[in-house]
């Protein structure tokens, strides 16, 4: 996402200059400082104060569809990643990390690459053209962990919450090309469907298909028929998932050939499987049964092609960048080569669990995080979050104890499920198992394959075994925290470091930054969702009535209070869609705060930067939140993002924290100011 140009600028606005202060011992932030916008009041806009010159002088780079703080940091670890990539040259062969580095040089090889050109998914596609039914269209969809095809489902594997100590097979509805089902049925897409249809005809131009025009309207039409059939994202909540057996599916949701489908994907017949979204699975299905023949496998065709388009010739990388990269998010020019071997070799990009989606399909993602580690995580770094984190567990328990809507009984469970949390830190304490992995620094495609089949199989295996808390899901090089599904949370290295966490600085911004984070993924365990799980990680209402119905009390208030942001004209934040974030937000700063006072031991606080220590807790998450975003990459974050826009992340929070307003003197009159009645404490 970055580029040459203003990469020297932007790391030394952001990232460089506030490690520089190590040496200089000085706990200030002038760069911080220099970026407030003094002429605007904090209780009418606290994020425009905290960042308004900043955001006043500061451009998007044209190859990219966001800068800010958190930007810098994701640019910063492809810089880290690259160097620690290039200096695997020398490792011994065989090694994860000579595996890790060829990989890199087979991305990067364009000629070999231009060479090959579709000959790496000829016969994928002969297998899809030339398939006689819906079995074999069923089996291939089974096939998209493991290799380039399409599927209305994805599968992965994940803990069952039924039963909370076993591991599912987790089915959720896919088979879009464009981000969500927004896209395809609300009238604010229209660019991005008329730049898949150019994608598309790209595409089946260039495999020699006959009038690509029309087989690309086909393929537009049906996955409009999918969008609908789909369910929205308030509605893909846990507690509408369906349990059932693999062998279920048949009579569930009738129409795909599930037997053929669950053995490609390798999962047995006596398997647990997680419906996702029951009520889309049937629908679903139902209109795989219906579609014509053709067109089901033009859909899986098109699909075919741009998950490979990014491991194959420069005329199609071309054409996948200009859609993905550009056209969806908004950003001018596409990536450089490099930076898209080291996010496909390291995975840098990859969210959650791994899986089919370019960001993470074939990626030596732990490879790079056992290089990573090594490289940047001392144990300097590990003792002082560790301190950081037993500080905001501390507070937060402390508010449990404190909160004055939950019955005792409901109190003392949850801090039962405080203090079974398993919580990580950095990454991995074991090596990567590459072992069946062959990289093969001639045939890229093969490479990913390979990697991928290695890491389903991984992920299968689990299927027999007690869930693992301690197992990872977040890579180390993850500019990200996780509140995980075995009642883990995990701080992966790539997180602690500047903007978010910095030793040299003063302890009140590490904590609006960094205890927020952390306070954020604690409180995660309760919110919206994370509340229907108890202590033993089983999916169980352990509330009272009285409970339940206090707290949606609150939730809708703090949701319609996000409801009335409109980041864009004319559309909203989505209150229901961002709730369980908005909820951590809240919660987290609020723990972060009391943990900051708990860390001052009854002194007070010092004043830094002419700023009190409250004072720079909230510049602390505003500072952490500076950024913008191109109009495309921020109507895409308020379609399908649980996360709401940074200033939304700050305005919506600060608001409902009684010390904000004494901090910042905030009065009746100001824009987000709230009466004591109508501001939100959960946690
Ligand atoms: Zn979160």
Known sequence: MSGVGNRKYLRCLIAACLI???????????NHASGMDDATA????????????????TAIPLDHAEVGSMQAAVDDMDEKLRNLVNAASSAPPGSNAQKLHTYFRAFSDMPTRDRLG?????????????????????SLMGHEQVDFTGSLFDIYIDVDHDDGHQYAAFLSQAGLLLPDRSYYLEPNFVSEREALRVYLVTLFEGIGTNDPRRVADDVMAFETRVASASWSDDMQVASNERHARATDLPALAPGIDWAAFFKAAGVGEGSRVVIGEPGAAKALSALFAKAPLPVLREWMTAHAMDRSAPFLDSRRIAAWQRFHGQALTGRSTPLPIWQLAIRAATGSQCVGAGG??????GSLRWAAGDIYLAAYFPDGTRQQVQAMIDQLRAAFRHRIEHNDWMAPSTRE????????????LGGPSHAADLRAVTINQHDLSASARSVAASDWSQQLARLGERVDPKRWVEAPQSVDANNGTALDVEFPAGLLQPPVFDPARDAAYNFGAMGAFIGHEWTHGFDDEGRHIDADNRKRDWWTAKDNVQFLKRAKQLASQYDAFEPLPGEHVHGEQ???EDIADLGGLSVALDAYHAFLHGQSAPVVDGLSGDQRVFLGWAWLWRGKKTREALQAQLANDVHAPFEVRVNGVVRNIDAWYEAFGVHVGQRLYLSPGQRVRIW
Request: a negative charge; proline letters at 7%; hydrophobic letters at 40%.
């Open 578 to 580: 961002t709730l369980g």
């Open 20 to 30: 520089s202060l190590a040496g200089a011992a000085v706990a200030s932030e002038p």
């Open 118 to 138: 579709l000959s790496p998914v000829q016969s994928l596609l002969g297998e899809i053209a030339k398939a006689p039914d819906r079995s074999t269209l069923s």
């Open 356 to 361: 089919p989606s370019a960001d993470c399909f």
């Open 413 to 424: 469970q949850a801090i039962r499920k405080l203090d079974a949390y398993t919580v990580k």
């Open 42 to 57: 904090p209780g009418d806009d606290f994020y425009v104060y905290a960042n308004g010159g900043w955001l006043r002088s």
